[in-house]
């Protein structure tokens, strides 16, 4: 269908309304194609996006981890410290 439209139109020396029609016709075609085109690379952009927002998420999810790793192993052996110190003073 698209290689009937880009064809040069036969109507304008019959009908000039038919020829502005056709005109018309290829005309939309032409900004619906454009359209796609634009909506295409928006999706592609998007994708894009999508990945690095998935990383991130990796990347912080993974320093949250360690982190909270740090935490337990810096509480556990505070708590033990403690525990040493009350012992050390409790007995004589």
Request: hydrophobic residues 50%; negative net charge.
């Amino acid at each position: 269908m698209a290689a009937q439209i880009n064809q040069p139109n036969n109507f304008s020396a019959h009908d000039p309304a038919a020829a502005l029609v056709a005109e018309q016709f290829a005309h939309a075609v032409d900004l619906l194609k454009a359209e796609m085109r634009r909506q295409s690379e928006q999706i592609d952009t998007l994708k894009a996006q999508v990945q690095d927002f998935e990383t991130r998420i990796r990347d912080l999810t993974t320093a949250a981890t360690q982190f909270k790793f740090l935490v337990a192993l810096a509480t556990s052996g505070g708590a033990l410290s403690i525990i040493a110190l009350l012992k050390a003073l409790i007995s004589p």
